[in-house]
């Protein structure tokens, strides 16, 4: 099992952006696909996108879709979310997340390795 560990967050004006770093370890990274989350206060953690274990496929959620970018360096055994035109609106807690499994359509249930999380906030 992979231990994964946010970095990145933190206070950013609208329309400015921001990016996020993922470190993990105790696993072999490059077999892993990645994925990120979001979880706002009383809300439901939500999709932001994934990665596949090479970094050749990418898929995102509709309310990030052309601001958001997630990249991978499997040399560093690390994920990036680099998060542009932020809103208001994209204030949560950032999480990532890994799976052994291929494909898409994945939710939080596909999931069993998670970091603990790094909080963005967005000023209007």
């Known amino acids: 099992q992979v231990q994964l560990v946010e970095s990145g967050g933190g206070l950013v004006q609208a329309g400015g952006s921001l990016r996020l770093s993922c470190a993990a370890s105790?696993?072999?990274?490059?077999?892993?696909?990645m994925g990120w989350f979001r979880q706002a206060p009383g809300k439901e953690r939500e999709f932001v996108g994934t990665i596949s274990s090479y970094g050749g496929r990418t898929y995102y959620g509709d309310s990030v879709k052309g601001r958001f970018a997630i990249s991978r360096d499997n040399a560093k055994n690390t994920v990036y979310l680099h998060m542009n035109s932020l809103k208001p609106e994209d204030t949560a807690v950032y999480y990532c997340?890994?799976?052994?499994?291929?494909?898409?359509?994945?939710?939080?249930?596909?999931?069993?390795?998670w970091g603990q999380g790094t909080q963005v906030t967005v000023s209007s």
């Open positions: 997340a890994a799976t052994t499994l291929p494909g898409s359509g994945f939710t939080t249930a596909d999931f069993r390795s």
């Open positions: 105790g696993g072999t990274f490059s077999s892993y696909t």
